[in-house]
Nanobody, 116 residues
Framework: QVRLVEFGGALVQPGDSLILSCAAS????????LRWSRQATGNQRELVAS????????HYVNLMKGPFTISRDNGKNMVFLQMNSLSSEATDVYYC?????????WGQGTPVTVSS
């Protein structure tokens, strides 16, 4: 059974940093591209960043490359999203996800709120 469990979301102030983590199991983690996506209430989920199987290639959507860094630990089956210089625009629920065959598997999400 595929499991993706995100944690690390919190209420933080503008300018703060945060690290989101995702623990994965139930699929071949080391040979899977992992992704972080975000979703605000009422909106569609949108991709934030992805990382290749060996962690050497990363992709960021729009302006996320500067303040966000995606990484992974294949020995621990975990993927991370380092979030720096947070602004209120980063407020969302963040999801770890992976495409397996024709299906995207999602975690339950972890909420990030940036507010003073």
């Amino acid at each position: 059974q595929v499991r993706l469990v995100e944690f690390g979301g919190a209420l933080v102030q503008p300018g703060d940093s945060l690290i989101l983590s995702c623990a994965a199991s139930g699929f071949p983690f080391n040979t899977s591209v992992l992704r972080w996506s975000r979703q605000a209430t009422g909106n569609q989920r949108e991709l934030v960043a992805s990382i290749s199987e060996d962690g050497t290639l990363t992709h960021y959507v729009n302006l996320m490359k500067g303040p966000f860094t995606i990484s992974r630990d294949n020995g621990k089956n975990m993927v991370f999203l380092q979030m720096n210089s947070l602004s209120s625009e980063a407020t969302d629920v963040y999801y770890c996800n992976v495409r397996l065959a024709s299906t995207v598997q999602w975690g339950q999400g972890t909420p990030v709120t940036v507010s003073s």
